[in-house]
T-cell receptor
């Protein structure tokens, strides 16, 4: 199994909503990542979890809250988002720090 | 983050032709150089990668050429097909003491015309 699975695939939310994005991998990878990608732009790193501990937080606003319940799961909790937060949110995992495997992403629209 | 500069921003190639995308990096600590292919609405997929101990790596129609002294690397797609139409990102990583993750180029939108 070489997949990183993300749910939901699409999400529309209002600025007052609370929602969560979920990511799962069963490759035994030690690190998991959240990236944000705007249209026609490269992925931008948001958070890195290494061995279930948050190791990198790229100055992301507090309306984004990551959680790593165990070594296979990664969540991104969303609250009070802004329309400019609309983007493709990508989860990735790796065993060696630079070999990233990406999921298909959640296309988020904030109204 | 250290930059990875990618060119061209967009590229149109005739079917059967050679597509060439170039990248340059600054950080000499980088020691892993992957290329990702991304289709609309999908996540990036690892296409091919190279380490600095070799100057070229070939997998099927895809070849990476690497010039360590110039700090440049490129992707060549031979016999380009319409199914190769996608956005391609070069990236660089540091397997040593650097941070997890990759530094990405800005991407190249490739169109293969039938």
């Amino acid at each position: 199994d070489t997949e990183v699975t993300q749910t939901p695939k699409h999400l529309v939310m209002g600025m007052t909503n609370k929602k969560s994005l979920k990511c799962e991998q069963h490759m035994g990878h030690r690190a998991m990542y959240w990236y944000k990608q705007k249209a026609k732009k490269p992925p931008e790193l948001m958070f890195v979890y290494s061995y279930e501990k948050l190791s990198i937080n790229e100055s992301v606003p507090s309306r984004f809250s990551p959680e790593c319940p165990n070594s296979s799961l990664l969540n991104l909790h969303l609250h009070a988002l802004q329309p400019e937060d609309s983007a493709l949110y990508l989860c990735a995992s790796s065993q060696e720090r630079e070999k990233l495997f990406f999921g298909s992403g959640t296309q988020l629209s904030v109204l | 983050q250290q930059q990875v500069k990618q060119s061209p921003q967009s590229l149109i190639v005739q079917k059967g032709g050679i597509s060439i995308i170039n990248c340059a990096y600054e950080n000499t600590a980088f020691d892993y150089f992957p290329w990702y292919q991304q289709f609309p609405g999908k996540g990036p997929a690892l296409l091919i990668a190279i380490r600095p101990d070799v100057s070229e790596k070939k997998e099927g129609r895809f070849t990476i050429s690497f010039n360590k002294s110039a700090k440049q690397f490129s992707l060549h797609i031979m016999d380009s097909q319409p199914g190769d139409s996608a956005t391609y990102f070069c990236a660089a990583g540091d397997s040593g003491g650097g941070a997890d993750g990759l530094t990405f180029g800005k991407g190249t939108h490739l169109i293969i015309q039938p």
